[in-house]
């Protein structure tokens, strides 16, 4: 499968092109920095960058930024972030880029545990990743000639949990979450969301 990665240098992002590669997938790694480039917060580089991929059987989102704080203390500013960049961003994709990926292909969007379990002052991301959630549901019963929308909501992985301070033991590797977009990329599934194995909603 000829496959595009968008976050192809970040954290999660760089496991799932190496984990793809290596399952024998032609891999096309693009990120803010790469040629062709996408920025999702710029609607504009979303079309150019679908203008210069040309077909694919899968493109993966595995970025967007987000913000989160103390609710009483989240300004607009942040709000701004979360809905522009993971929200809309990732949105763009899939309203951009449908009609683009082959028929019987996939997007694949990323959301995030913190939809199902969320901590304090998490509210804004919260917010998003259920968004996400539902906007997939949704577009998915648009889809025509067998293509797909699926989210992956992957926990907090280790690597992300040693730079904020945090316990790492309680989270799996990055090279881990890798496996379920592999998932979602090579399954049937159709607007519903793909939990890393050992930490679906029950777990959190």
């Known amino acids: 499968m000829r496959v595009v990665v968008i976050g192809a240098t970040g954290t999660i992002g760089a496991p799932v092109v190496d984990l793809l590669s290596r399952s024998g997938h032609e891999v096309i790694g693009v990120s803010r920095n790469s040629d062709p480039r996408v920025n999702l917060d710029e609607p504009a580089s979303i079309d150019a960058f679908y203008d210069a991929i040309g077909e694919a059987d899968g493109v993966l989102s595995i970025a967007g930024n987000a913000a989160a704080g103390p609710l009483g203390t989240v300004t607009d500013e942040q709000l701004g972030l979360c809905l522009r960049s993971k929200l809309l961003g990732q949105v763009n994709v899939v309203r951009?880029?449908?009609?683009?990926?082959?028929?019987?292909?996939?997007?694949?969007?990323t959301g995030g545990m913190l939809a199902y379990a969320p901590w304090p002052n998490t509210s804004p991301v919260a917010m998003v990743n259920a968004g996400l959630e539902g906007f997939a549901r949704a577009a998915a019963l648009e889809m025509q000639d067998g293509r797909r929308v699926v989210i992956v909501h992957p926990p907090l992985v280790r690597e992300t949990a040693a730079k904020w301070g945090r316990d790492e033991t309680p989270w799996p590797q990055a090279t881990a979450v890798a496996n379920a977009y592999k998932t979602?990329?090579?399954?049937?599934?159709?607007?519903?969301?793909?939990?890393?194995?050992?930490y679906g909603p029950t777990r959190g």
Do not use: Y
């Not at 951009?96 to 969007?109: A, E, L, Q, T, Y």
């Open 184 to 198: 979602a990329l090579e399954g049937t599934m159709t607007g519903v969301p793909v939990f890393v194995d050992g």
């Open 96 to 109: 951009k880029g449908f009609s683009r990926v082959k028929p019987g292909g996939v997007i694949v969007i």
